[in-house]
């Protein structure tokens, strides 16, 4: 599996859960989101929970942008990255990534037309394959995010 398509897909579905503001400081509703995909090449399936809970799934519009497709709605969302990290062990052919960022939900349709929302997020990747040139024999990704979000 050729790294830069790994760090491209992981980068471009991005979310995690870190914390945000200070307790008590809001009576904001905060939304929690967890990603999960068995593939690299998606589609990752999406738990939404919080004043949204759904079940959908993410698909890439472009590096920084996503869309969660709900049953009753649409959120898109906006992210970039903070920090990033990625190891390959060559003898046990196995390659981990982490990423934080930031997300910002900047625009919604049907049931959540009017959506805003902001937060941080964290991703974890794991897989192995020995042929950098090649798709992974296994992959596993997890992304967790959370922040406020106004309805």
């Given amino acids: 599996m050729k790294c830069r398509a790994l760090f491209s897909f992981v980068a ?3 979310m995690g859960a870190v914390g945000t503001g200070v307790a008590g400081a809001s009576s904001t509703p905060t939304e929690y989101f967890t990603a ?3 593939s690299e090449a998606g589609p990752a399936t999406v738990v939404a929970s919080g004043p949204i809970s759904a079940v959908g799934t993410d698909t890439v519009l472009g590096n920084h ?3 969660f497709v709900f049953p009753d709605g649409t959120l898109t969302i906006r992210h970039e990255p903070l920090t990033r990290s990625q190891k390959f062990d060559a003898r046990s052919c196995t ?16 049931a959540y037309a009017h959506v805003t929302g902001s937060g941080k997020y964290k991703v974890f990747a794991v897989g192995t394959g020995c042929d950098e040139n090649q798709p992974p024999t296994s992959f596993a990704q997890t992304i967790q995010a959370h922040g406020p979000i106004t309805l």
């Fill in 12 to 14: 471009i579905v991005a």
């Fill in 36 to 38: 999960v995909s068995t």
């Fill in 65 to 67: 942008r996503d869309a």
């Fill in 95 to 110: 390659f981990t990534f982490k990423e934080t960022g930031t997300y910002v939900i900047a625009k919604g349709s049907g």
